[in-house]
């Protein structure tokens, strides 16, 4: 044992007599866990733009406590990232010791800070031109015959960002109408197309369908 002032500094003891040799410590040991972190935006950028894609980092924390609580622990969420109105991109910087579960610290604190950025892009539309021979009838019943009676092609608006709208094709969009239980009679039915998540079909669109007894 040792003694030391108010500030710290060892103190030579020849002067100074202890009551005792030796001193009883209690270290708490906690366990440690690899949790990822979880980012969500609230409410919506201004009309016409979109969220293109959220970054941060780090991207996942080393998180300590008690056994039994850090078990219940997944994932650190952060869901108040605000988008309202935005028009451009959103960077900042937070602590994470805001976010953490009662009971649970960081093993290593000078790591608190997470760096966000939030990528907001204006979208666009175009137009592009179906040919109502490239649309795909489906669910035929080999009793019947089958036919578009549409003779004008149909044009199509797609909504997304820029860079990824303008190099897509009318064939990228896999048009198909579902001719299921459909007799004998003109159908109007509803065109489907391929989903994506990088852009939308704005509206909705249909072609008159005509079946007869197959020959």
Excluded: H
């Excluded at 004008?152 to 896999?174: H, M, N, P, R, W």
Aim: a negative charge.
């Amino acid at each position: 044992l040792g003694c030391v002032d108010g500030y710290g500094t060892a103190i030579e003891k020849d002067n100074i007599k202890l009551s005792s040799k030796n001193a009883t410590v209690n270290i708490s040991v906690y366990s440690t866990r690899i949790v990822p972190i979880r980012i969500s935006t609230t409410g919506s950028p201004k009309e016409g733009y979109a969220i293109r894609g959220i970054t941060y980092n780090p991207e996942e924390i080393v998180i300590t406590g008690e056994a039994d609580v850090l078990s219940s622990v997944e994932s650190i969420e952060i869901n108040d990232i605000s988008v309202a109105d935005a028009e451009e991109n959103i960077e900042k910087n937070i602590s994470l010791l805001d976010y953490l579960p009662e009971g649970i610290s960081l093993a290593d604190e000078t790591e608190e800070e997470i760096a966000i950025s939030v990528a907001v892009e204006k979208m666009s539309e175009t137009e592009l031109v179906l040919p109502t021979s490239f649309i795909n009838i489906t669910n035929k019943d080999t009793s019947y015959q089958y036919e578009i009676l549409d003779d004008e092609s149909i044009k199509v608006i797609i909504y997304g960002f820029e860079d990824t709208i303008d190099s897509i094709a009318i064939e990228d969009l896999s048009p198909k109408i579902n001719v299921k239980d459909l007799g004998v009679g003109e159908y109007d039915v509803e065109i489907q197309f391929e989903d994506r998540d990088t852009f939308e079909i704005k509206g909705k669109y249909t072609v008159t369908v005509e079946v007869k007894t197959a020959q």
